[in-house]
């Protein structure tokens, strides 16, 4: 069965068939127009016969009318006709037989008995049993027709016998033998039987046994068979072992000869038309028979053509499946179209082979600069540690390539990126170095240079000006380093390490920082903590609470705005300082749900504090996310809805770092905010080292001095300088000073003196919760209780 579901078994299938069905439609076509053509000869063969025999039989009566015509008009045997002369007449008729070779002559009366005859054996029924033929007698007009006698057939001659009218009638008769019945159609191939009509149609058995009268040509076993075989030919076809048709005969009415005694067929042999016929179809199947093996061979032969190439072809591509690509067509098809089906499978394979390898390049190297990929050094450092060799993993990042890509674009900043690649190949080898993100690459080292050495052999490649289109570029680095086999035992250990390691160096600002024992635990704990942040947020089940630190007005001496500070209270590690979780929230993109949480519960508490009387501005601290973030926009627009709330009532504080990251950007938020009518604050002045000429661009309301600035003002110089000119900047900016970290009274008049507007610091107050603060404003001394609305 699989054969014939194959190509080449549907193909040879498909030929035989229509070989079968043509060959059918032909032979078909053939042998029944042959059949149509030998039954058209069989019956022109007979036709011809039957005129044949009528010329025959009507010659032979002819002679035998001539033959009596001469002996009924001799006058002597008239006169013994009327004399009833028997022994004459017996006489006469037998001289008169033997001179025209008659085998038979007789005399009938006028009642139709035999007066004399030439045969003493003679018999007859007691008068002529056929009156019609008697009467034509007699009324002087002669007959002739086929008679048995004595268990003879003969062709009698009947003439009157005038004297002057007719005394009597003439017999003639000539017995009808094979020679005689031969002759009677000499001019056709077809045989002649004459048969008594009686002995017509019995049983073959009964037939041979009944001792019938015939004459015939045929031999006597055929003669049953003549005289039962259908006038044509029935069909031409016979099994084998099977008895054909063997005669055609027409069955002749012997009245057209005078009487029905006498049955007539012409019959003709069909066993030559048999034989040829069987020749024919032995050599048409022989013929067949050839044409059918030359079909199965030539198709065989063309499918193997085609289908060869084509098992082959399915053989490569299980082969181009598995990623083998090699070429296994070495020879040209035979077929056109099967050669442009293999080369255009080559065409695909070399194809799907460049592609492939370009694919796999991409996945295993940077398309930018060509290094490794991540997962590429990771399958390289597996393969170190498979062997077991010492070597040091060090984790790289750029520091300033962020402010080069936004300031003067990123296909600077690509250039960039290459020429660190190069420096780092050239310090390592192109496998040993891979860029892991934007601006961080890993690089190992297998050499014996300590850590110290090959930080600062880095730095120093690292660190050389780089010069694109006429602009000089330097970019600095923060490295983590650790170590296999004795810092680390996997490749997930190896560069979670190191990307601890690069994490420390970064947040202390120092150029490189290899792995120690115990990093890996500070670490999971600072996981720990930004998983317990999120809960808490999630599940608002208290951990998180809302503190709330007074400020002053100088001038007034009023506490006229306080600022919301997030604190949090673990249930297992206690109070997380807030510096600690909101520098994670904000690394780890958790600020926004930070703030989402903060400035729905400051906003609800600014509703309480009003509905005790007391009307104060409450500052918000916002992150650079923050600013951005659309849902914090819409959450700040839906609450003030809610709680009925003035955006005057709310300060936001962006810090001077945030603010500087992208001055475009935050000009174009802080002016979205400012026109809403949210004040804006600037918080952190003085660490940022911002340029003033941006610092004046923004559109804020109040600039906040970092508490770094003021903690030793009283006894510090260089801060009561760096302060007081600050203070003097931000008037003439139009902006209102706010000094935080204010802890003693020394430092709170020096602000004073100084101009400073207000102040907040321990000092003043600490931070604390709306309640306390609340209490805070009953106990406070009317003047400093800030804004009072009925």
Same mark, same amino acid.
């Given at each position: 069965?699989?054969?014939?579901?194959?190509?080449?078994? &549907?193909?040879?299938?498909?030929?035989?068939?229509?070989?079968?069905?043509?060959? =059918?439609? /032909?032979?078909?076509?053939?042998?029944?127009?042959?059949?149509?053509?030998?039954?058209?000869?069989?019956?022109?063969?007979?036709?011809?016969?039957?005129?044949?025999?009528?010329?025959?039989?009507?010659?032979?009566?002819?002679?035998?009318?001539?033959? %009596?015509?001469?002996?009924?008009?001799?006058?002597?045997?008239?006169?013994?006709?009327?004399?009833?002369?028997?022994?004459?007449?017996?006489?006469?008729?037998?001289?008169?037989?033997?001179?025209?070779?008659?085998?038979?002559?007789?005399?009938?009366?006028?009642?139709?008995?035999?007066?004399?005859?030439?045969?003493?054996?003679?018999?007859?029924? *007691?008068?002529?049993?056929?009156?019609?033929?008697?009467?034509?007698?007699?009324?002087?007009?002669?007959?002739?027709? !086929?008679?048995?006698?004595?268990?003879?057939?003969?062709?009698? /001659? @009947?003439?009157?016998?005038?004297?002057?009218?007719?005394?009597?009638?003439?017999?003639?008769?000539?017995?009808?033998?094979?020679?005689?019945?031969?002759?009677?159609?000499?001019?056709?191939?077809?045989?002649?039987?004459?048969?008594?009509?009686?002995?017509?149609?019995?049983?073959?058995?009964? !037939?041979?046994?009944?001792?019938?009268?015939?004459?015939?040509?045929?031999?006597? $076993?055929?003669?049953?068979?003549?005289?039962?075989?259908?006038?044509?030919?029935?069909?031409?076809?016979?099994?084998?072992?099977?008895? +054909?048709?063997? !005669?055609?005969?027409?069955?002749?009415?012997?009245?057209?000869?005078?009487?029905?005694?006498?049955?007539?067929?012409?019959?003709?042999?069909?066993?030559?038309?048999?034989?040829?016929?069987?020749?024919?179809?032995?050599?048409?199947?022989?013929?067949?028979?050839?044409?059918?093996?030359?079909?199965?061979?030539?198709?065989?032969?063309?499918?193997?053509?085609?289908?060869?190439?084509?098992?082959?072809?399915?053989?490569?591509?299980?082969?181009?499946?598995?990623?083998?690509?090699?070429?296994?067509?070495?020879?040209?098809?035979?077929?056109?179209?099967?050669?442009?089906?293999?080369?255009?499978?080559?065409?695909?394979?070399?194809?799907?082979?460049?592609?492939?390898?370009?694919?796999?390049?991409?996945?295993?190297?940077?398309?930018?600069?060509?290094?490794?990929?991540?997962?590429? @050094?990771?399958?390289?450092?597996?393969?170190?540690?498979?062997?077991?060799?010492? @070597?040091?993993?060090? +984790?790289?990042?750029?520091?300033?390539?962020?402010?080069?890509?936004?300031?003067?674009?990123?296909?600077?900043?690509?250039?960039?990126?290459?020429?660190?690649?190069?420096?780092?190949?050239?310090?390592?080898?192109?496998?040993? /170095?891979?860029?892991?993100?934007?601006?961080?690459?890993?690089?190992?080292?297998?050499?014996?240079?300590?850590?110290?050495?090959?930080?600062?052999?880095?730095?120093?490649?690292?660190?050389?000006?780089?010069?694109?289109?006429?602009?000089?570029?330097?970019?600095?680095?923060?490295? $983590?380093?650790?170590?296999?086999?004795?810092?680390?035992?996997?490749?997930?250990?190896?560069?979670?390490?190191?990307?601890?390691?690069?994490?420390?160096?970064?947040?202390?600002?120092?150029?490189?920082?290899?792995?120690?024992?115990?990093?890996?635990?500070?670490?999971?704990?600072?996981?720990?903590?930004?998983?317990?942040?999120?809960?808490?947020?999630?599940?608002?089940?208290?951990?998180?609470?809302?503190?709330?630190?007074?400020?002053?007005?100088?001038?007034?001496?009023?506490?006229?705005?306080?600022?919301?500070?997030?604190?949090?209270?673990?249930?297992?590690? +206690?109070?997380?300082?807030?510096?600690?979780?909101?520098?994670?929230?904000?690394?780890? =993109?958790?600020?926004?749900?930070?703030?989402?949480?903060?400035?729905?519960?400051?906003?609800?508490?600014?509703?309480?504090? &009003?509905?005790?009387?007391?009307?104060? &501005?409450?500052?918000?601290?916002?992150? %650079?996310?923050?600013?951005?973030?659309?849902?914090?926009?819409?959450?700040?627009?839906?609450?003030?809805?809610?709680?009925?709330?003035?955006?005057?009532?709310?300060?936001?504080? *962006?810090?001077?770092?945030?603010?500087? /990251?992208?001055?475009?950007?935050?000009?174009?938020?802080?002016?979205?905010?400012?026109?809403?009518?949210?004040?804006?604050?600037?918080?952190?002045?003085?660490?940022?080292?911002?340029?003033?000429?941006?610092?004046?661009?923004?559109?804020?309301?109040?600039?906040?001095?970092?508490?770094?600035?003021?903690?030793?003002?009283?006894?510090?110089?260089?801060?009561?300088? *760096?302060?007081?000119?600050?203070?003097?900047?931000?008037?003439?900016?139009?902006?209102?000073?706010?000094?935080?970290?204010?802890?003693?009274?020394?430092?709170?008049?020096?602000?004073?003196?100084? =101009?400073?507007?207000?102040?907040? +610091?321990?000092?003043?107050?600490?931070?604390?919760?709306?309640?306390?603060?609340?209490?805070? @404003?009953?106990?406070?001394?009317?003047?400093?209780?800030?804004?009072?609305?009925?």
């Amino acid at each position: 069965m699989i054969f014939f579901k194959s190509l080449r078994g &549907q193909i040879l299938v498909f030929t035989l068939l229509v070989f079968c069905f043509s060959v =059918g439609c /032909v032979l078909v076509l053939v042998f029944s127009s042959m059949n149509s053509s030998i039954r058209s000869s069989v019956n022109s063969d007979i036709d011809e016969a039957v005129n044949s025999l009528q010329i025959g039989v009507h010659n032979h009566q002819e002679q035998l009318i001539q033959n %009596a015509e001469v002996l009924t008009s001799d006058f002597g045997f008239k006169q013994a006709v009327a004399m009833a002369d028997k022994a004459t007449l017996s006489s006469m008729l037998s001289n008169h037989g033997q001179r025209i070779n008659a085998e038979l002559m007789f005399i009938l009366d006028l009642s139709g008995n035999i007066v004399a005859s030439s045969a003493y054996d003679m018999t007859w029924q *007691i008068n002529f049993p056929y009156e019609t033929l008697l009467n034509t007698a007699l009324i002087g007009e002669s007959f002739s027709s !086929f008679f048995v006698v004595d268990k003879k057939i003969y062709n009698i /001659v @009947f003439l009157p016998i005038k004297s002057p009218r007719v005394v009597a009638i003439a017999g003639i008769g000539s017995e009808v033998t094979e020679s005689t019945a031969r002759s009677l159609i000499r001019n056709s191939e077809l045989e002649i039987t004459f048969i008594r009509t009686a002995d017509l149609f019995r049983d073959p058995i009964v !037939f041979s046994r009944s001792s019938p009268v015939f004459v015939s040509t045929l031999a006597d $076993g055929e003669i049953f068979e003549a005289t039962i075989a259908p006038e044509n030919i029935q069909s031409l076809f016979r099994l084998p072992f099977q008895q +054909g048709q063997q !005669f055609a005969s027409r069955y002749l009415d012997s009245s057209d000869f005078g009487t029905t005694e006498v049955s007539l067929f012409l019959t003709e042999n069909l066993s030559p038309i048999y034989q040829r016929f069987e020749e024919l179809v032995n050599n048409i199947l022989i013929i067949t028979f050839v044409l059918l093996v030359l079909t199965v061979l030539g198709s065989f032969t063309i499918a193997r053509t085609y289908t060869e190439p084509l098992i082959r072809l399915l053989k490569t591509i299980k082969k181009v499946a598995t990623g083998d690509y090699e070429d296994q067509f070495q020879f040209k098809a035979k077929s056109i179209e099967i050669d442009g089906l293999i080369t255009g499978f080559r065409k695909m394979t070399s194809d799907l082979d460049q592609r492939e390898k370009h694919i796999r390049y991409q996945s295993s190297h940077d398309l930018l600069t060509g290094l490794n990929s991540r997962d590429s @050094f990771i399958q390289i450092l597996n393969e170190k540690i498979s062997d077991n060799e010492y @070597f040091e993993l060090i +984790g790289i990042n750029l520091t300033g390539f962020k402010q080069i890509n936004d300031s003067l674009g990123m296909d600077i900043g690509d250039d960039c990126l290459r020429v660190v690649a190069k420096r780092l190949i050239e310090i390592a080898g192109d496998e040993h /170095v891979s860029r892991q993100s934007a601006d961080e690459f890993m690089l190992i080292s297998t050499g014996q240079d300590t850590s110290e050495n090959l930080a600062e052999m880095i730095f120093s490649a690292l660190s050389q000006p780089m010069l694109f289109e006429d602009v000089t570029l330097t970019v600095g680095c923060r490295m $983590g380093i650790t170590s296999y086999p004795d810092r680390a035992s996997d490749v997930h250990q190896l560069i979670r390490r190191v990307s601890i390691a690069l994490e420390y160096s970064s947040a202390q600002n120092l150029l490189f920082y290899q792995y120690k024992d115990g990093d890996d635990q500070a670490h999971l704990k600072k996981l720990t903590i930004l998983k317990d942040l999120r809960e808490a947020l999630r599940n608002d089940d208290g951990q998180l609470q809302m503190f709330y630190q007074p400020k002053m007005n100088l001038v007034t001496g009023n506490i006229e705005k306080a600022e919301a500070l997030i604190r949090w209270f673990h249930p297992i590690e +206690g109070f997380i300082p807030p510096d600690l979780f909101i520098d994670l929230a904000e690394k780890t =993109g958790v600020i926004s749900l930070v703030t989402n949480w903060v400035i729905r519960r400051v906003m609800a508490d600014i509703k309480k504090l &009003q509905s005790s009387g007391v009307y104060i &501005q409450f500052s918000i601290n916002m992150s %650079a996310q923050d600013l951005s973030n659309e849902h914090i926009r819409k959450l700040l627009e839906t609450c003030l809805e809610e709680h009925d709330i003035s955006p005057t009532d709310i300060c936001l504080e *962006i810090t001077e770092r945030d603010m500087m /990251v992208d001055v475009e950007k935050s000009l174009s938020l802080l002016s979205y905010y400012r026109e809403i009518g949210f004040l804006l604050s600037i918080d952190d002045y003085g660490i940022g080292y911002s340029a003033l000429s941006k610092l004046a661009l923004m559109p804020v309301n109040e600039l906040k001095i970092d508490k770094c600035f003021i903690l030793n003002l009283a006894s510090n110089k260089d801060d009561q300088i *760096i302060v007081s000119s600050t203070i003097k900047m931000a008037h003439e900016m139009g902006l209102t000073v706010v000094a935080e970290g204010v802890e003693d009274q020394t430092s709170l008049d020096w602000l004073k003196n100084a =101009g400073c507007d207000m102040i907040q +610091g321990y000092y003043l107050a600490r931070p604390m919760s709306l309640s306390s603060l609340i209490e805070w @404003f009953e106990h406070l001394e009317r003047p400093k209780k800030g804004l009072l609305r009925s």
